[in-house]
């Protein structure tokens, strides 16, 4: 089987984040970027199916700080090759236009399963897995935890709220978005990573005109004003729980 | 034949079976199985190495730690090698018993006062051993927990055995007038007199069976010995000789022939940590020192060089009999030592400090700590602590550019050593850097160097977490990256002395990082402030009439060997130092160590820091619990509450009283 | 084309999940703003009952037995095609295991734009996203004819979304639905077993002042009425109140519920470690300067005692109504 593990970077939210002189962006001087955590268990994900049975795991990822090591960190695990589009910032392409860079490759090398992160904290316009998916002309779905391959098909585990699981049968060739692996991902010693980043080979594809339409149009950012101390809710016992439990509806909890 | 004849026939004969089963197993194990480990460093500074074998085997310094267990093995032990003569002369005569029954050696058979010494000497032996017996029959301590209680047993029986058997035959030659010497052995000589009234011929036949006895209880004793707990009778001159003399917070690595350090199999080990499993004598006395072993009892440090030598011996026949599965086919770490047992370990150095044959524990530990790394086998806050640590450079999952965030406000403002040159660079630290329960006393920390007038610096974002407890995770890799960016950044900056507010970051800048010949002078803030009080540079304008209790960090104390300053700091400051029970080198670890601080710890049991609290609460009158590292106050402040001792005790960090009494 | 806004209605096992109301709300907002109608879509088998109290001005319901629980293709199928003949001004999806699933797949099929992560509409019909697990706020225009958004909770509430009467339902047909390549096998409950507390969405922790074992029934009580989860710091756990699973903190586990609902903590670093990426921390201390209430963005000082028996009460209440 050939997996195919399209990532992603992401803002470190460990940073203080800023707006630029736009308004409407990221101020990117001071970015962090780190991989999307989603995209990290979709690694873990398709490292354990290989473990389990066997394929052929390609990382794709847009260039950028710190995507090497990355790279190297997943072929540490066991990933066979890695890519890396250049000519982009990982940090700029909207999911649309990523889904359709990705889509071109992806018609080429013909993978049998894509797995990724089911979200990222900073796509305004979808994820990536589901956009991929209709522009390949494959099945998709989402907040998969676990993948069992199964011969022409594999069993996706979707996590629903409430700890409740549907067992999906998708059809192969398929998109799947992975909200967390069987186990969480593994850590990769400093030694190991130095080692096959020796030895392994990062491939360079080169991507040109970005197509970003059909995504959101953001035309102002800004903070939330920071909640600094919690706001008490006075009242006798009966009135608090009233309240508390209208603050519970709103989050749409009950 | 003779009745002579055939005695030289029959121990000529023993003799060489008993040495042929000795030689065989011994250059089995020290000589074919050693040589299958890793190779060792050059051993130099043999003066010291020698010196070492006087105090450490020739006066058995360490083993009087425990006091009586301790006077009990010198006593043996000297006996032991002053009775070999006597075994010597029984050989040599049974040998010699076809040519002259009577044939006495030079010297050894022939002096008188060491014939005196000698005899006392079996009678200290049969004391030492009957208080062994008792020790291991009656009283057995918890720290014989998982010996070899039968083997102990037997051994000490058959030492016993050919001392009385010894101490009969003797006295029975002076009844029959056949000791030269006679009149040199008083004991045997009282011991003689309890047959005085038997014929001349029975005691004669006593006296041959004695011989015999003892003479065959030697030979079994030589054939047991190298293989069981005893053999450390022969390995622990060579172990002690060849001990680690590097400082105690350097930690060494073996790295295997593909680059990477970890052990994954008994034969990745140095063979010189093999000869350490070899001169284990199941003591105990590591067990009972250590932290892990008291809190959840998950890891014995006597239990991990039991199994191991186990392992070894096992492995060793297996592989020399071209086995293919079977023992080769169990892992190291898991199925010979339990993985929670290897991350138990908060690398205190207890254990180390008291093998009297300086056995080393945390270096093993690690070693199989480093393959687990490897392998991503561990804990998943470890996990996520590491993974922070090579991002961020810190465990805590900060921005390294908020690192600095707790000098804000601060007047004077603290220098940026990066900027401008400074006699003090004061390497902060994570914890005391982030904590938001530990940058109070930081500050306080930098107001009492600006009132001590130092000129000082920090890092600011350039620091990172030095890797002192990185590298006893065992991520070795991750260690070498961070020093890598701390000497980095050290080397851009001009400064005269490094002054630290952790003992680990204090440990590991002082042994480990590769100042290549040029380590600058490397102080604990506590040592800094004591000279600065001795030079009169700081004066403290109070008097504070506390009373307090002062807790020894392990990589301040037992690795670096500074008790004294701390101690001068608070009593300068006022205070009254109660001391806890279990102090100095003994201080009992707070659990924080070697990693231990970002795993998770199982409830259900004592934490090393309760255990600790505990102590402290039960001495009269003290308000307060200092300590001198931060890990320290995060493990206590938590442990105070957990034991219900909040109202009773006060943890501080020794710098708030400093910053109180200026 | 209209100005219609669509909500798709989410429901599991005949349940309307609550963000179905609160799109509802949401889209009456935007619906006042366009000018058109709030439309709740439907889709299932025999599933007409589930469309009872929806505040929607009509509903458009699909019926086939490949609609009867949600699987992505035949959702993406008979939105694509109802979306395709009806061009709505904008239609409403849940940021969701479910609508998150469609919406993506809906936006690359129809060429239609995409907004994730709404929060809220502004009156003059403009969306507010958080972006950045956050820490950002994103407003933009929606762009005609038809934009496509996902919505997470917290700008309206469900109540809004809900109505005495039904509305009126038109049924429209959905594509063939055959040869498809996802297909439901079963569902699998959560483990009766202990469960794990880092994925809950709703924490009821309890500190030392739950004072003893037995007022446990309390949390517990109300854990059962909001199906929520019964956690604990460090104190309680070192009785042996509450296995080490339920443990949260520096040496338990982390956690990231929706609400998390702080009875008798007093909010120790080593706590607040674990509990910092919740979305929400309600705190009840009967000390006002307990520094839980620094992370907290709601709180009460009445006793735990007093206060939870009544909260119970009032869930169960809720749950009836």
Redesign the interface.
Known sequence: MKIAVPIKFVP?L???LNIDSSGAALDTSWL?L?INEFDDHAIEQAILLKERGGAEVTIICAEGDGVDDILFNAAAKGADQLVKLMGSDAAMMNSHATARVLADFFKEIQPDLILTGVQAHNDLDGSVGALLAEYLGMPYVGYVAGVTAASGSVIARKEYPGGIIGEMEVKLPAVLGIQAAEQ?P??????????VSKTVKIEERAISDLDSSGGATVGRMFKPEPAQRAEIIEGSPEEVADRMVGIFKELGVM | MSYDTIKSIIVALALLVALGIFVRYAWQRLWVYLRRGQTSPKFSDWGERIKGLIVFVGAQWRLFRFRLPGIAHFFIFWGFLLLSLTILQAIAEGLMAFANPQFVLPVIGTWGPLAFVQDFFALFVVIAIGYGLYLRLIVNPERYKGSHRNQGVKVLTFILTIMLSLLVMNGLRINLNEDLLGRYRPISTLIGGLFVGLPEATQSIIEELCYWIHLGVVMLFLTELPQGKHFHIVTSIPNVLLRNLEPRGRLPVTKTSD???GVSKMEDFRWRTMLDLYTCTECGRCQDVCPAYNSSGLLSPKLLVMNLRRNLQERGAALSAKQTNGVLSKSLTGEIVGEEALWNCTTCYACDQECPLFIEHINPIVEMRRYL??E?K?D?ML?DA??NL???GNSL???D?MRAKWTQGLQPAVKDARREPVEYLWFVGDYASY???LTDVTRKTAEVFSKAGLNFGILFDAERNSGNDVRRAG????F??LMGKNMQALGKCKYETIVTTDPHTYNTLKNEYAWDGNRPRILHYTELLDQLVASGQLKFSKKLAAKVTYHDPCYLGRYNGVYDAPRRLLRAAGCEVVEMPRHGDRAFCCGAGGGRIWM?????HARPAEIRIREAAALTGVQSFVVACPKDV?MFK?AV??TGNESRLQVQDLIEFVQEAI | MSQDIFVLIEHLRGQVADISYIMLAAARTLASSSGGQVAAVLLGKDAQKLAGNLAADKVLYADSPALTEFTSEAYQLTLAKLIEEQSPRAVLFGHTTIGADVAGWLSGKLSLPLVSSCVNFTSDGKFLSQTCGGKIMAEGDLPSPTILVTMIPGGYKSEQGQAAQASAIESFTPPALDNLRVALKKYIEPEAGDVDISKSPFLIAVGRGIQNKDNLDLPNELAAAINGTVCAS??V??Q?WLP?SR?VGK??KRVKPKIYLALGISG???HVEGINESDVIVAVNTDANAPIFNVAKYGTTLDLLDLVPQLTEKVKQAKGG
């Open positions: 470190d460990v940073e203080e962090r780190i969480p593994r850590y990769v010693a400093y030694s190991k990573i130095n080692q | 680059g990477a350090a790394v490897l991503g561990m998943k996990q590491l993974a090579g991002r961020y999952g900060q921005s550019r904590s938001p329960t991520e070795e890799g991750l070498e990256m998770e710890e199982k409830p259900g995060t938590d509450k957990t | 460090r104190p756990v070192d042996g080490t443990l040496s338990g120790a670093p080593e």
